[in-house]
T-cell receptor, first 117, second 115 residues
Framework: GAVVSQHPSWVICKSGTSVKIECRSLDFQATTMFWYRQFPKQSLMLMATSNEGSKATYEQGVEKDKFLINHASLTLSTLTVTSAHPEDSSFYIC?????????????FGPGTRLTVL | AQTVTQSQPEMSVQEAETVTLSCTYDTSESDYYLFWYKQPPSRQMILVIRQEAYKQQNATENRFSVNFQKAAKSFSLKISDSQLGDAAMYFCAYRRGSAGNMLTFGGGTRLMVKP
């Protein structure tokens, strides 16, 4: 149980285009999802916290208009990178917290590698 | 703000031997959790072990155990009988008491296992 999926696993796009990444909790409901970015050989940096039915909370330095987060249901959160540029190329990871009865665990998706040409 | 520090960018261990990865953290909270995550080449984050700050007993999970020194704010991971499959990045992480709070990660330690 407690599986989180991400789609796509790898995406290449042209500079200036927008890319949407989906994060789904497959067998549990997630009131809270987290989006992280990981550059090569570096740690995970939290970008934003996404709560179902409300606006996401962004970390300092993360552009809200560039990284649009929507958490429309208890099983789906999306991250849209708008007007992507080469410096946005990174590995994006989501995690989901069980809504109830699941203890204190967060479960991670397998990540999405974004390459912007 | 909470910070997590892993002072060893890389470590290596001989297969079947024991290795200890270091982690220190800084917090003014009394209710928190500490974690060790493994990130293999697949990049999938895998929870290795968890420690609740209110528990004095060190957590253990098979070959993995921690040395939790609350006063010193130290949380090291010991891997016994190292296996080739243990080779990965290991991240120490901190979270405040409520499950909805975010994880703060250390910089990571790359563990290499020599056959």
């Amino acid at each position: 149980g407690a599986v989180v999926s991400q789609h796509p696993s790898w995406v290449i796009c042209k500079s200036g285009t927008s890319v949407k990444i989906e994060c789904r909790s497959l067998d549990f409901q997630a009131t809270t999802m987290f989006w992280y970015r990981q550059f090569p050989k570096q740690s995970l940096m939290l970008m934003a916290t996404s709560n179902e039915g409300s606006k996401a909370t962004y970390e300092q330095g993360v552009e809200k208009d560039k990284f649009l987060i929507n958490h429309a249901s208890l099983t789906l959160s999306t991250l849209t990178v708008t007007s992507a540029h080469p410096e946005d190329s990174s590995f994006y990871i989501c995690s989901a917290r069980v809504a109830s009865g699941g203890g204190n665990e967060q479960f991670f998706g397998p990540g999405t590698r974004l390459t912007v040409l | 703000a909470q910070t997590v520090t892993q002072s060893q960018p890389e470590m290596s261990v001989q297969e079947a031997e024991t290795v200890t990865l270091s982690c220190t953290y800084d917090t003014s909270e009394s209710d928190y959790y500490l974690f060790w995550y493994k990130q293999p080449p697949s990049r999938q984050m895998i929870l290795v072990i968890r420690q609740e700050a209110y528990k004095q007993q060190n957590a253990t999970e098979n070959r993995f155990s921690v040395n939790f020194q609350k006063a010193a704010k130290s949380f090291s991971l010991k891997i016994s009988d190292s296996q080739l499959g243990d080779a990965a990045m290991y991240f120490c992480a901190y979270r405040r008491g409520s499950a909805g709070n975010m994880l703060t990660f250390g910089g990571g330690t790359r563990l290499m296992v020599k056959p």
